[in-house]
T-cell receptor, first 115, second 114 residues
Framework: DTEVTQTPKHLVMGMTNKKSLKCEQH?????MYWYKQKAKKPPELMFV???????INESVPSRFSPECPNSSLLNLHLHALQPEDSALYLC??????????????FGPGTRLTVT | SQQGEEDPQALSIQEGENATMNCSYK?????LQWYRQNSGRGLVHLIL?????REKHSGRLRVTLDTSKKSSSLLITASRAADTASYFC??????????????FGKGITLSVRP
């Protein structure tokens, strides 16, 4: 199974809502990533988890809160978002983080709209 | 920044023709990767080429890497309409393994006309 799944596919939320994005992989990968992608732009790294520990936080605002409950799951908790946070949120995984010798497998993304 | 820069930004070709896309970067790398993204979807990994490699093939794809010029090219031979997508190069570098990350270029939009 070389699939990364993400739920939901689409999410519309108000600025006062709390919601969560979920990501799952069953490839035994030990590194997992959250990216944000605006239209016609490249993905921007947000967070990296390695062996279930937060390894990289790219100075992401605290209204985004990542969580890695176990080696297969990655969540992104959203609270008090702004309209400019509307984007495609991509989850990815790779075999390991060390020197990034490995390719990343991406999920289909969650299209988030903040109203 | 070691962000890759692809060239051209947009490419339109006829089905059956070859498509060549270039990527330049600024700093040392451990590897360079190419990804494809269909509109509004996730990215699909195409090829990873390590810094000590010069050329790799995968099916209709050929990637070259010239570390002296800090550049890479992706060649898609005998293009098909299904190759229509955005293509990104991404560079990976880490001296220690800690805080390793992938940095994506701006992307190339490839349109293959039937």
């Amino acid at each position: 199974d070389t699939e990364v799944t993400q739920t939901p596919k689409h999410l519309v939320m108000g600025m006062t809502n709390k919601k969560s994005l979920k990501c799952e992989q069953h490839m035994g990968h030990r590194a997992m990533y959250w990216y944000k992608q605006k239209a016609k732009k490249p993905p921007e790294l947000m967070f990296v988890y390695s062996y279930e520990k937060l390894s990289i936080n790219e100075s992401v605002p605290s209204r985004f809160s990542p969580e890695c409950p176990n080696s297969s799951l990655l969540n992104l908790h959203l609270h008090a978002l702004q309209p400019e946070d509307s984007a495609l949120y991509l989850c990815a995984s790779s075999q390991a983080l060390i020197a990034l010798l490995y390719e990343q497998y991406f999920g289909p993304g969650t299209r988030l709209t903040v109203t | 920044s070691q962000q890759g820069e692809e060239d051209p930004q947009a490419l339109s070709i006829q089905e059956g023709e070859n498509a060549t896309m270039n990527c330049s970067y600024k700093t040392s790398i451990n590897n360079l990767q190419w990804y494809r993204q269909n509109s509004g979807r996730g990215l699909v990994h195409l090829i990873l080429i390590r810094s000590n490699e010069r050329e790799k093939h995968s099916g209709r794809l050929r990637v070259t890497l010239d570390t002296s010029k800090k550049s890479s090219s992706l060649l898609i031979t005998a293009s098909r309409a299904a190759d229509t997508a955005s293509y990104f190069c991404a560079t990976a570098f880490s001296q220690t393994g800690a805080n390793s990350k992938l940095t994506f270029g701006k992307g190339i939009t490839l349109s293959v006309r039937p």
